[in-house]
């Protein structure tokens, strides 16, 4: 079979270019090459290398890329942190010779790259759950958060309530998004920690309240719905309440609340209902 040998010069201009750093060591551990790649990675000097152990080289920082760790991380010209995954290759012809050829892939942008990635789409996944003008859960989120609610309630018989909240705003005359945003501000103060506040898929307040039954969900909708409606630019407010019952779903617990909202928004009288 033929084969072809590149020139030396032009071998020698491919192991320069390449992204890849690399180190030749002697028989006696020496440094006999490296390759302008690594010269880059390192900021360092050719003369910082070449002929120099490991014990001998001037930059202590640099002695890692003669030690056996795979991940080496190493600081460039500018200061930066590098990291560098570290492999040695004896090629068949060096053998008998005893040289080592140690070469560097640089993985620093790689993994700034990932985590640009993955801060993005944190980002897009913290927006998507997150209610614009409110900063309160999305209904996407709260149905995340109300499946596991709902799972316990099943396991342990534990109490759960639901509670929907509709305002009337008199947008005439007032901000809706100032608004919006002054009730989930009471929301938040007057519930507890364990409770979750957010929206459901037509802007409703929504309120998941666990160990808590309907009775007692009721007595804090009247309060609630008392504070809500002294609110600049509110006009009105109306509470749907369900609480969770043996063989509810997520989704039947829902379709409860929703039909609890209707009523009461039907309703004359400004009392909370319960379905």
Known sequence: METFALPNALSNDILNSIPVGIMVLDQQGKVSWVNESLLLMTGASRETFIGRDQDSLAREDLRILYSDHRNIVIRDGDQNERLLIRSELTPEHAVAEGARVIYFQDLTESLLLDQERYSRQ?????????????????????????????????????????????????????????????????????LRWADMIGHDQHGNFMMILPETTATAATALADKITGQVIRLPGVRDARIGISEWRKGDSTSSLIKRVDAALSEARDSEVSAPMTA
Do not use: C, F, W
């Open 122 to 190: 944190y980002a897009i996944t913290d927006l998507s759950l997150k209610h614009p003008v409110t900063g309160l859960l999305t209904h996407r989120a709260m149905m995340l958060v109300l499946e596991p609610q709902v799972s316990r309630s099943r396991r342990y018989n534990n109490p759960l309530s639901i509670a929907l909240l509709h305002l009337d705003i008199d947008t005439v005359n007032y901000s809706q998004a100032e608004a919006l945003r002054l009730t989930g501000r009471l929301l938040k103060d007057q």
